[in-house]
């Protein structure tokens, strides 16, 4: 299927690897030219160079932290006019509810959402004048079924979906959509940082946290960064113009509810 989106101008954060890089990938494929943005720059640079390399847009790369005020300056002074933003951060570290103290949750809400809140209204302003634009924030399935260990992730990231779903009803006039993606257990380095501290904790092997978790699931596997970035190009093509402030699951079923 042709996106409609070749020469359209995309930023994604934290994405030099995992989803984000997921996402980036499937829209260099679609011929939008790229912003990457992480914290490493060395890992971030050979991203960049090697999606340039094989989808033939322009990427530029731009280390930073994008939890700090700083690095949203830096990197939305580089990204210049976006057509399409795509938000994203590491999670928080896992716990117990009484673990948690004020500042944890504030490093928490900076990263989960009011970093994307920041950058949604730097960007929107240049969609709507053009009357185009996209954005997908990339969340948690927490939002929709919390993750007891994850609860400085289930509290932000509900605090960005309740900005979001009236932010985008009030954009979406101008022919500009927000939409969350709600990833459920996908292959990735944080995913295996999760599953270590599974089997640290349960005297397993990393290979049988796995294979416990994916058990549970009823797809009976991980999720891939392929499969999620070909979902975040679709919401950012031509379209989905229709699909406005809606949270969409990718999680092979592991929420159990009809609807
Ligand atoms: P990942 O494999 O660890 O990748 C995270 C990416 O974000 C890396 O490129 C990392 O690069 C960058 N990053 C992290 N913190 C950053 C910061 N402060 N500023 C700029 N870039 C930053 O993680 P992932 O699995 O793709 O997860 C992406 C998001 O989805 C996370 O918020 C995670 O909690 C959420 N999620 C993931 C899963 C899953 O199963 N994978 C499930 C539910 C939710 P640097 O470290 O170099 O900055």
Not at 20 to 32: F, H, K, P, S
Not at 116 to 135: C, E, Q, T, Y
Not at 140 to 164: E, F
């Amino acid at each position: 299927m042709d996106l409609g989106i070749t020469g359209k101008r995309a930023l994604i954060t934290g994405a030099s690897k995992g989803l984000g890089r997921g996402c980036a990938e499937a829209l260099a494929a679609a011929g939008v030219d790229l912003v990457l943005n992480a914290r490493g720059a060395e890992a971030l640079k050979a991203t960049a160079s090697d999606i340039a390399a094989r989808h033939g847009v322009t990427v530029t790369p731009v280390a930073a932290d994008i939890t700090t005020a700083e690095g949203q300056e830096t990197v939305l002074q580089a990204a210049g006019a976006l057509d399409i933003l795509v938000t994203n951060a590491g999670g928080p570290p896992p716990g117990l509810w009484s673990d948690w103290g004020r500042e944890d949750f504030i490093r928490a809400l900076d990263a989960n959402m009011l970093t994307p809140v920041a950058l949604m209204k730097a960007s929107l302003p240049g969609m709507i004048d053009r009357g185009w634009g996209r954005v997908v924030n990339i969340t948690s399935q927490s939002v929709k079924s919390p993750i007891a260990q994850l609860g400085l992730s289930n509290a932000a990231r509900a605090g960005l979906t309740g900005y979001v779903a009236g932010t985008a009803r009030q954009v979406a006039p101008h022919g500009v959509t927000i939409n969350n993606l709600l990833p459920g257990i996908h292959a990735t380095d944080r995913a295996d940082a999760l599953d270590g501290g599974v089997a640290k904790a349960q005297g397993i092997t990393l290979d049988e946290a796995r294979a416990r978790r994916a058990a549970t699931v009823p797809a009976r596997r991980y999720g891939t960064a392929a499969e999620f970035g070909a979902m975040c190009a679709f919401l950012c093509s031509v379209h989905a113009g229709y699909i406005v402030g809606q949270n969409i699951l990718l999680d092979g079923g592991a929420f159990n509810a009809t609807l």
